[in-house]
């Protein structure tokens, strides 16, 4: 029998519900209601309907966080297209490769995004839209044109008696149709365009309702810090609290910690998704130094005081936090040792998940209740999961999962899906790790190599090392992460530079050139801090690839 609900159900019955709250708001800025929102959303469906625009069409979306970006999100999937969100901090090369890859037939960008294109390099796109006032930037297609002059003149011919909440009806959504194709990267070469199902939001966003529902409550605040274009904090941060009916807070700019934490005091979130460097970065600065002193010291030492010691601290951490969250939901990359360990000690409600853009993300995660520190949760709701290893609790294995949540496959590139899905419809992480005999997945490393940067964003090293082993003297290179630094090593060419008469000052001055040279040409979050020089070749297996742990 088939129970697969529609995901636009979701949203259309929310709308309706709540239709006078307070919807999504850009923080310090403008608030939609929920019935902003619909009418917004059909304001769009209008514009689509009378541009040609058909289900199954794709539809680009690139821009920072903000309200408008979430009513074009929704606005797409409720029509029946498919959502391309393309991370706003790629190059403009890296937008023009995902949306030729993706035959965008219409692109929405932001105030950022807009001065840094050029329409010419994407010839098969028929429109550019403004995301904060749906204004033409570009127009290939008269219908297009005609339409959007016509917008609102059209909208009240429609509605001459007004758009009311029985006037919602969304597209009805099957379950192995296409929602989004997500890319894991702008470049053309490493481009993976993962085609996410219906059935895979829904299986998070069940999921998430199932864990946080009840203890989030209807009409409550939630902060939306992690970037949009991911699916993280798509399912987390939009999806879930869009459809309980909360109201949702938007940094609007890339958040710093101090601009996040400052944010948490004042949105006051029932429910906190970060990835570690936020939770860390706010724990040394906020925490250590107001616990850091000889008397607290003492004070937890001592059996009859400590567990009251810990519980005072613990409240002080709550506060920090905004005072109403839930949980804290860590995920993207594990929680530093020492913070998690000081958290767990203090009773402090944190929790760490796992999952990939390939399952929409989860593939694991616990209830702070259960959380078992060192872990990434159990399998979720709809999800198989094995480590594929001799003795699973004792030996890492890849860890592959099969169920509801993964995706339909990788976007015109037959090759790569086959390799990643089984024939058993098994999805291969790259990722290694055990399991419990009670069901927690611990990581024990990756096969991939994929960083994470201060907020969330996916960087992809390879990709980087293709440009970067290109550039003047370079024989050799693997970029690494230190902290929230991303570094280049390189081994240069020295019989050139014998050759040249270079001494050691100049190849390093010729390794600072080629590092500006490149940071012009990579996404903010991904541009390198320093590239140092390393004499020695790099160490490297039989296969001759280099051995990247012994450098991380």
């Not at 360990?341 to 998940?353: A, E, N, Q, R, W």
């Not at 050799?476 to 902290?483: A, L, S, Y």
Request: net charge negative; proline share 5%; glycine share 6%.
């Amino acid at each position: 029998m088939n129970t697969f609900v529609s995901f636009n159900s979701y949203i259309e019955k929310s709308i309706k519900q709540n239709w006078n709250l307070d919807a999504l708001t850009d923080y310090q800025g403008i608030t939609l209601q929920y019935h902003d929102v619909a009418r917004k959303i059909e304001k769009l469906h209008i514009l689509f309907e009378n541009s040609n625009v058909k289900e199954g069409d794709k539809i680009a979306i690139c821009g920072r966080n903000s309200a408008n970006w979430a009513v074009v999100f929704l606005a797409t999937l409720t029509y029946g297209a498919v959502a391309v969100p393309v991370q706003n901090e790629f190059s403009a090369e890296q937008i023009y490769n995902v949306v030729n890859h993706s035959e965008a037939k219409l692109l929405f960008v932001g105030d950022y995004v807009v001065k840094a294109i050029n329409a010419d390099e994407m010839p098969a796109l028929e429109g550019v839209i403004f995301i904060p006032d749906l204004s033409l930037v570009m127009s290939r297609s008269e219908t297009l044109t005609h339409a959007r002059e016509h917008l609102n003149l059209m909208f009240g011919s429609k509605y001459p008696n007004a758009f009311r909440a029985n006037d919602v009806t969304y597209h009805k959504d099957e379950a192995d149709e296409t929602a989004i194709i997500n890319y894991t990267s702008g470049t053309t070469g490493f481009s993976k365009g993962v085609m996410i199902p219906y059935r895979a939001i829904c299986g998070n966003l069940e999921y998430c309702i199932k864990m946080l529902g009840e203890h989030v409550p209807h009409g409550s605040s939630t902060l939306n810090m992690l970037p949009m274009a991911h699916m993280y904090g798509m399912a987390f941060e939009f999806f879930f609290p869009f459809v309980h009916g909360c109201h949702l807070s938007f940094l609007t700019r890339l958040p710093s910690p101090a601009v996040i934490a400052q944010a948490i005091a004042e949105v006051k979130p029932y429910v906190i998704v970060a990835v570690p460097l936020v939770v860390e970065k706010i724990i040394r600065k906020q925490v250590f130094p107001l616990i850091d002193s000889n008397v607290i010291k003492m004070l937890l030492k001592m059996p009859v005081v400590n567990k009251k010691v810990k519980e005072r601290i613990c409240e002080l951490v709550k506060t920090i936090f905004g005072g109403n969250a839930y949980e804290v939901i860590v995920g993207g990359a594990p929680l530093n040792q020492e913070i998690e360990d000081f958290l767990v000690s203090i009773g402090f409600p944190i929790t760490v998940g796992y999952g990939t853009t390939e399952c929409a993300p989860l593939i694991s995660f616990s209830d702070y209740h259960d959380f078992v520190p060192g872990s990434c949760g159990t399998p979720v709701d709809n999800m198989e999961v094995k480590i594929l290893s001799s003795r699973p609790q004792v030996i890492p294995g890849e860890i592959v999962a099969k169920g509801k949540n993964v995706m339909l496959g990788y976007y015109k590139n037959e090759e790569k899906t086959r390799a990643t899905i089984d024939e058993d419809g098994w999805y291969h992480t790259g990722d290694l790790g055990t399991m419990s005999a009670d069901g927690h997945i611990f990581i024990k490393g990756r096969k991939k190599n994929m960083l994470l940067g201060a907020n969330g964003q996916n960087i992809y090293p390879e990709e980087i090392e293709d440009k970067l082993g290109s550039m003047a003297l370079v024989s050799e290179c693997i970029v690494i992460q230190r902290g929230e630094k991303i570094i280049a090593l390189v081994h240069p060419d020295y019989d050139e530079a014998t050759a040249m008469n270079f001494s050691t000052s100049d190849l390093q001055g010729i390794m600072e050139q080629n590092r500006k040279v490149l940071n012009a040409e990579l996404p903010t979050f991904s541009r390198l801090a320093a590239i140092e020089i390393q004499e020695e070749e790099f160490a490297k297996t039989p296969k001759k690839s280099i051995k990247r742990y012994l450098y991380n």
